[in-house]
């Protein structure tokens, strides 16, 4: 059995924005954001369900969750596989523009309510030691939280750790299930007796896939890795032209001691392999 990668955009949103499953988000929601008793979601409406996107159109498709609960509060969840800078800001623009839009213009503020965003990064962006982080709007003198309608949560996968052996709480078998299900063969013991994790293994198994989920899967697959090769390579040409610069400028720095010095030209030109007229421009700005 062949199980998608939930890092996947399209398989991410296949698992957890599926209409007919919303217990598998409703149970990732309460484990990420702690919430119990009276806070717990017992329903969620997806304003954004799964759907195909066509491989042409894959550019302008919005790949995130966004759902709601019975009280009005909007929760946005975005898997982020690539670092391309700026997540935060990505986070801040999301939720404020979440918030704004609920209201109608001139319509009642009173109405707004309470926006979460959840951003699982395949990397690192914050300084904390553990695997998940909270934000909130506090009073810098009281600590409160007196401006209470925004919160962030962020997962760094990469600062997740544990073994399977060592899953003790839901939140725990969500971010080991997002990280590496793609590894497994069959359905570990520790998931087999949890409802939500098993429609979560059946929505992520390949074999229930249709021709062109599997396409459109192994496309956004392929166009990851050119993306973070792009990247690698971008690097690489960075940092040679750098060294390049960095030498040249070297043996500039070495052709302007040599006139001060006294030497003539064509000793210059010997020990910089400058033409002439270059160290003539050089011995004129010196001037």
């Not at 329903?43 to 019975?70: G, H």
């Not at 063969?185 to 989920?213: G, H, M, R, V």
């Not at 166009?223 to 400028?249: C, H």
């Amino acid at each position: 059995m062949k199980f998608a990668d939930p890092k996947n955009d399209l398989a991410f949103k296949k698992i957890f924005g599926n209409e007919q499953h919303k217990s598998i988000l409703i149970s990732f929601l309460n484990s990420v954001l702690d919430f119990k008793e009276e806070k717990t979601i017992v329903d969620v409406t997806l304003t954004n369900p799964y759907q195909l996107p066509q491989v042409p159109e894959l550019k302008e498709t919005i790949l995130d969750i966004k759902a709601t609960n019975k009280k009005g509060d909007t929760f946005i969840v975005e898997m982020q596989r690539k670092d391309l800078g700026d997540f935060h800001k990505r986070s801040l623009f999301y939720t404020s523009k979440a918030y704004v839009e609920q209201l109608p213009k001139g319509g009642d503020y009173e109405k707004l309510q309470k926006v979460y965003f959840i951003g699982i990064l395949n990397f690192s962006i914050f300084d904390n030691k553990e695997y998940i982080s909270r934000h909130l709007i506090t009073n810098q003198e009281t600590l409160k939280q007196d401006l209470d309608d925004f919160e962030f949560t962020f997962i760094e996968l990469s600062k997740f750790d544990k073994k399977l052996s060592e899953l003790s709480t839901i939140l725990d078998k969500w971010i080991y299930f997002i990280k590496y299900a793609d590894d497994f063969e069959l359905i570990p013991k520790e998931y087999e007796t949890i409802e939500e994790f098993k429609d979560a293994f059946f929505l992520a198994s390949q074999c229930n896939w249709n021709k062109k989920e599997l396409e459109v899967y192994d496309y956004m697959t392929l166009k990851a890795f050119d993306e973070i090769n792009a990247l690698k390579t971008a690097k690489r040409k960075a940092k040679a032209e750098g060294i390049e610069q960095g030498i040249e400028q070297g043996k500039i720095d070495i052709a302007k001691k040599s006139i001060l010095q006294g030497l003539d030209n064509e000793t210059i030109v010997l020990i910089t392999g400058f033409d002439k007229e270059f160290i003539e421009m050089l011995r004129e700005e010196k001037r």
